[in-house]
């Protein structure tokens, strides 16, 4: 099956900085989001970007489909960024697979 | 709030025991999704229904079982559980059978004694 490949794995961050995570994945890919899961285990849709670049407020993301990778960029990062991202690809095999994610610590 | 709604938030059973997690899908949305998180392996998909057909399988367990019903629903029942089947089950829901956003409940946290 697709592999799904993020990191870093552990990020940890002042208050005001800005980070970038990386998802890696091996195959073509129909469909792929970035979830943010909060302390409290909810996974909240972030983006929904098989291609292309799009922004949300201080969070952005882009895809390049052709090289097999996302980035998620988080700018001015808040304590309530903390938590952990994940990349999810859907494939041909019609599952969506997630990456082990990333966790963000944002200290104040 | 994602639409997707599951019962109950939390649950505590015995070993050997079988529970009933339910999900009712986003408005309009005919897929219904369900994942397993735990602590060692991260979130693996189970299973997808479309439209009240079975659609894709992952590492489902042989003591699950799922279905979609009518109104598109969904329940996944878990059998003769274990203490390794602690965990938090999610339920995801998307408008087509493929390549549409997918949106996730809240989680049903089950704990096995």
């Known amino acids: 099956g697709i592999q799904v490949e993020q990191s870093p794995p552990d990020l940890i961050l002042q208050e005001g900085a800005n980070s970038t995570l990386r998802c890696n994945f091996s195959d073509s890919v129909n469909n792929l989001q970035w979830f943010h899961q909060n302390p409290w285990g909810q996974l909240i849709n972030l983006f929904y970007?098989?291609?292309g670049t799009k922004q949300n407020g201080r969070l952005s993301a882009t895809t390049v489909a052709t090289e097999r990778y996302s980035l998620l960029y988080i700018s001015s990062s808040q304590t309530t960024d903390s938590g952990v991202y994940f990349c999810a690809v859907y494939g041909s095999n019609y599952k969506l697979t997630f990456g082990k994610g990333t966790l963000l610590t944002v200290n104040p | 709030d994602s639409g997707v709604t599951q019962t109950p938030k939390h649950l505590i059973t015995a070993t050997g025991q079988r529970v009933t997690l339910r999900c009712s899908p986003r408005?309009?949305?005919?897929?219904v999704y369900w994942y397993q998180q735990s602590l060692d392996q991260g979130l693996q998909f189970l299973i997808q229904?479309?439209?009240?057909?079975?659609?894709a399988k992952g590492n489902i367990l042989e003591r699950f079982s799922a279905q979609q019903f009518p109104d598109l629903h969904s329940e996944l029942n878990l059998s003769s559980l274990e203490l390794g089947d602690s965990a938090l089950y999610f339920c995801?829901?998307?408008?087509?059978?493929?390549?549409?956003?997918?949106?996730f409940g809240e989680g049903s946290w089950l704990t096995v004694v």
């Open positions: 408005s309009g949305d005919l897929s």
């Open positions: 229904y479309y439209n009240g057909e079975e659609r």
């Open positions: 995801a829901s998307s408008a087509g059978s493929s390549g549409n956003t997918i949106y």
């Open positions: 970007i098989p291609s």
